[in-house]
Structure formats: structure tokens, C-alpha cells
């Protein structure tokens, strides 16, 4: 009975304690994800918490530091929301960054993405890591969390582009690495002509999933002189806004230094906003966010960027009983 009884308990904190894990790896903070002991003596979680990274813009596309939460309005679903955590904190990001070595991008044009690169991380945050992810018909995982930034520029030194080009499939491959990733604050850097011939997912099935991620893409364009029927500009457009980023399409080497510079910058000036929606109904239904500025910065014209929705999905609810009398386990 004594076995069973600890057997019991250990389950008990052990779900406990993944609930403090998704607290942390989601970047909630205290009160955002909900933790109920029941009369039962069963353990719920709920995460139904909207998390939100914000980006804001001048007209000149520098970033916009300095606001607070009464700077900002959000709706989801048209209805006003109260902004329950925010933070402007310089924290650090994990980074994927996805490497078109298609048949289309030449080595010149691998050259020159390495070097904007090598721009990127001097002036990101020190403490970032980053996932490097090479892709023609297939996806290659070449550097996993690292935080050696000459190894990842020595790997995208000895790319040699061939083949098809699978950039849906990677895309969405880039996105589960990051869900495992060891900072909150995540982003994904596209370089790619943005042609997809190889995909076995469509585009609207990643776009379906980066409505469930809570990571922002941005797109650099390989090719500054598309051909008449290309799409590849759109869609590295729709996939950056999607998200909240920001897609740009550089014509030579130092336009493209400047767009990862610019990514950097942006990193590390986010602002970081939670609410928990009065409308939420886990009925798996899309909800469509609109972030907005209060009136009195209106005439700055300042540009904001955010994700453009998520998915209601049913609540995650983990149960365990504790044995006993409930009423003895709750938090002190």
C-alpha cells in the first residue's frame, strides 16, 4: 500500500513538473498558464494563453523601442482583448535558418548569402542559437542548437547547390526543430528563390501550420529578377506576413548584408505580448488577431507586425490522482 501510494505521488509531480516545463519553454509567465488542484485531487493544466511577439517600424523600417502595453491594442476575433503580460526585454532567440542549394541558386548567390550571414550573427544577441537547415529536393539538418558561429558560417561554405527544390516540406521541417528549441523567442530566415517543385505539403498546409506556430519567418530573396510567371516573391511574402515578419528582396550583396542586419535589430527589439482572449471556445475554430497602436502614436505612422491568428484548439488537460486526501497536496 506504501509502495503504491509513493508510486502515486511520483506520477503526480512528475505531471506537475511537465507543467512547469511547457510554462517555461511557451515563455508564459506567472498567471498565464492556469493550474487548478481539484476536489478530486487531479491535477488540469490549461494553455489557452495567446502569445504574441510584436514587431514595430518607422517608415524607414527601423525598429520602434520604448513603448509600453498602454501603447498597444489588440483584438482577436474583432473584440478588444486585455493585455496580461508584456516584455521588452533583449532576450535571446533560437534561429533556423533554411538554405535554398537548389539547381536555381548559383554559388555566387550562396556566397553572398554567407557573407550577409556572417552580419546577421555579429550583430545578433550572444547568447542565440541557431539551427542550420540546407534544402534542395530533400531537407538537411546541418547544425543542430549551436552556438558556434564560424562552424555555421564553415558549413554554408561547402554547400554545393543541385537538384529540385522542396521548400514547403523544409519550411515545415524548420518549424519542428524550433518547437524544441531552447529560447521563447524563435525565428526562421528564408533564403530562397521561393519556387517549390519538389513539396509533397502544399503551401496551404504550411500556411495552416504556422498559424499553430508561434514562430516569425523572415524571407531574403536569392533572385532580384524574377522571371514574368514567377511566384516565388509571393510566397516568400505571404510567408513572412503570415507570420509577422518581413520579407526582402536584395539586388546586390550589400542590400542583402543590410536586410540580415535589419533582422537582427528587429530580434532584438521585439516586444512580447500575452492575453488571455474573452471569446476563446476550444471548438478548434480560426481566430484572427489585429494588433494595433493606441491614437496618440497614430501620426507617427509607425508600421506593426504580429502573427494573424491561431487555431482554437480544445484545451490540453493532463490528470493525475494524488491519493488520500486532495486537499493535502495543494501549493502553499
Known amino acids: 500500500m506504501v509502495h503504491q501510494r509513493t508510486l502515486i505521488l511520483s506520477v503526480f509531480f512528475a505531471l506537475l513538473g511537465t507543467a512547469l516545463t511547457v510554462q517555461a519553454q511557451s515563455g508564459f509567465r506567472s498567471g498565464e498558464l492556469s493550474r487548478s488542484f481539484t476536489e478530486t485531487g487531479r491535477v488540469t493544466v490549461s494553455t489557452e494563453t495567446v502569445s504574441l511577439v510584436v514587431s514595430v517600424t518607422d517608415r524607414e523600417g527601423r525598429c520602434r523601442a520604448g513603448l509600453g502595453p498602454e501603447d498597444f491594442v489588440v483584438y482577436d476575433n474583432g473584440v478588444r482583448q486585455e493585455i496580461s503580460f ?96 531552447r529560447h521563447p523567442k524563435r525565428a526562421l530566415i528564408v533564403i530562397s528563390d521561393g519556387e517549390d517543385n519538389h513539396s509533397r505539403s502544399t503551401f496551404g498546409q504550411l500556411r495552416r501550420r504556422l498559424q499553430e506556430a508561434a514562430v516569425t519567418i523572415y524571407s531574403v530573396g536569392t533572385e532580384p529578377h524574377p522571371l514574368p510567371r514567377s511566384q516565388g516573391r509571393s510566397i516568400l511574402s505571404e510567408l513572412a506576413s503570415a507570420s509577422g515578419g518581413r520579407a526582402w528582396f536584395p539586388v546586390h550583396s550589400e542590400e542583402m548584408s543590410e536586410a540580415f542586419e535589419e533582422i537582427a535589430l528587429e530580434l532584438r527589439h521585439q516586444y512580447s505580448i500575452g492575453y488571455l482572449p474573452s471569446n476563446f ?17 497614430q501620426p507617427e505612422r509607425l508600421k506593426v507586425r504580429a502573427r494573424d491568428g491561431y487555431q482554437a484548439a480544445p484545451r490540453f488537460t493532463s490528470t493525475a490522482h494524488a491519493g488520500g486526501d486532495p486537499r493535502r497536496h495543494q501549493p502553499q
Open 281 to 297: 471556445f476550444p471548438d478548434g475554430s480560426r481566430h484572427h488577431i489585429r494588433v494595433r497602436l493606441a491614437p496618440e502614436l
Open 86 to 181: 508584456f516584455s521588452d526585454h533583449d532576450a535571446p532567440a533560437s534561429v533556423a535558418v533554411v538554405f535554398d542549394v537548389s539547381g536555381s541558386i548559383t554559388q555566387e548567390k550562396l556566397l553572398r548569402a554567407r557573407d550577409a550571414l556572417r552580419r546577421f550573427i555579429e550583430t545578433s544577441h550572444g547568447e542565440d542559437e541557431y539551427f542550420l537547415v540546407a534544402f534542395n529536393s530533400t531537407a538537411t539538418l546541418l547544425d543542430n542548437g549551436t552556438q558556434d558561429a564560424e562552424g555555421l558560417l564553415r558549413s554554408v561554405s561547402s554547400l554545393k547547390p543541385n537538384g529540385e527544390t522542396a521548400l514547403y516540406d523544409t519550411v515545415s521541417f524548420g518549424l519542428e526543430k524550433l518547437s524544441l528549441a
